[in-house]
Structure formats: structure tokens, C-alpha cells
């Protein structure tokens, strides 16, 4: 009997505690959905002035059109194209009246070593953003070469001398070619919550199933007479 109810007790409890971790992931993917949805909403609004002062966090995403002169230096951030293979994504100093910005004007693939100078005015759509994209194993920029490994936005404001802004162009008024844009978009956002909720109701079933089957097998077992 103690047997029986020592099985049931941690039979109940652990598949309550991972039918609980199951239903906080399901929490969560409604959160995340919510963010997802609110974040495409903010990317895809009518473009506005640059604002004098953006704020990395009230301003991450915001739609922006800004004018002004592009310089020739550029820099390169190592990146890879789904069906195009590695590339660049290239990175200009922008004078837009009192105010220097990053544009972030797109792709060419690795071998393009003819980056176009955009001479006179240019306008620029697209959006604010200050990825996180470096951490602990982050390559240090190859200066030399010109090769970075990560979108530092403070880093690469330094070293093209502007403020710490970046706008990711989604066009130009300018044929840039052969640079393509790369729009900001949400695709990178990680939202594994659904699996995550999928391997803990998982567990919660193969957890109530051993313990039917243990105790199924302790009703069976020949009893022991004193």
C-alpha cells in the first residue's frame, strides 16, 4: 500500500510540474507572438523625420527617412545569404544636416569588391535599429582588412565618426546596385516556445505512462504474507 501511494504521489507531482512548464510556454509563445506582432506593426508604419535625439529602446524599429550626403568609406560586416551563400552587408556614414548617421545600405556577395560611390544627395527609407548581435566569442574587426563580424552600432559609429544611429535602408532614391537592401524584419527573433511546450506536455505523458505502468505492475506483483 505504501508502495502504491508513494508511486501515485510522485506520479502526480511530476507530471503537474511538467504540465505546468508545458502551459508556461504556451504563456510565453502568446507573449512573443504579441511582441512579434507588435514589432511588424512598428516596422511597417509611415516613415517620419529622424529625431533629433533617438533613444536606442523608444525608437528601435521606427520607420525614418532621412536626406543627405553619403561618405566613399564604407565598412564591411561578414554575413550569409540563404540561397546566395556569404557576403557583406555595407555599412556607410551618412551627413544628414546636423546629425551624422550609420546607413546600413545592404548585401553584395563576397567577391564584389566594386562598392558604388554615391555622389550628391541621397534619400534614404528605412528603419532605426541597434542589433545585438556581438557577444563573448565575437571576432574582433579585421581592421586591416575590413571584414567586421558583427553590427556594433557604438564600434562602428567610432570608427566612421558619427553618432551611435543606425538606419537600415529599405530603398534608396539612388540605383545602389549591385547592393541589395536588407529590410529589418522580425525573421531572426527567436520563438522556439511552441517546441518547447510540445517536449514538456511530451514528458508529462511518458510520465503518467510509467507511472500507470508501475503501478499497474505493483497491483500484479504477488503479495507477501507475513
Known sequence: MRRTLF??????????????LGFWQVQRLDWKLAVIDDINARIAAAPVDLPET??????????????GTLDAE????????KDVGAGYRIISAMDVG??????DRGFVPV?????????GVVTVQGNLQWPQETDDFTPAPDIAGNIWFARDVSVMADALGTDPVLVVARGMSVDDAPVSPLPVDTAAIPNDHLQYAITWFSLAAIWAAMTFAFLWRARRAPQTKS
Open 111 to 119: 567577391a564584389q569588391d566594386d562598392i558604388p560611390v554615391q555622389a
Open 54 to 67: 533617438p533613444d536606442s529602446t523608444a525608437d528601435a524599429y521606427l520607420p525614418v527617412t532621412v536626406t
Open 98 to 103: 546636423t546629425q551624422r548617421v550609420l546607413v
Open 74 to 81: 564604407y565598412i564591411r560586416v561578414l554575413v550569409s545569404q
Open 7 to 20: 508511486l501515485i504521489i510522485i506520479g502526480a507531482g511530476g507530471a503537474a510540474v511538467l504540465l505546468w
